[in-house]
């Protein structure tokens, strides 16, 4: 992970810097093959983003309205 951009809960920024080539505060990060997620509540924003990458924005938003979640 040190050539790569990515994401943590806001609390953990510091602990990870020494592993990683920058932090985002952003709450979704891609970056070549790492993926990550900015805080425990983005997991079903990443679950979503996960699903639309892999089967599409279709599938995903159906995904979304039967969870009822409007993130």
């Known amino acids: 992970m040190k050539n790569k ?3 943590t ?3 953990e ?3 990870l810097k020494p592993y990683c080539k ?7 990060v891609e970056d070549g093959d ?3 997620a900015g805080a425990v509540a983005a997991s079903i924003d990443l679950g979503l ?5 892999w089967a599409g ?3 995903a938003e159906e995904i ?3 969870m009822n979640y409007s993130g």
């Open 64 to 66: 979304r309205k039967r």
């Open 57 to 59: 924005q279709q599938a």
């Open 34 to 36: 790492v993926i990550s």
């Open 13 to 15: 920024y510091e602990a």
């Open 49 to 53: 983003f996960l699903c639309e990458k």
């Open 9 to 11: 809960n806001f609390v």
């Open 22 to 28: 920058k932090i985002s505060t952003e709450r979704i």
């Open 5 to 7: 951009i990515t994401t």
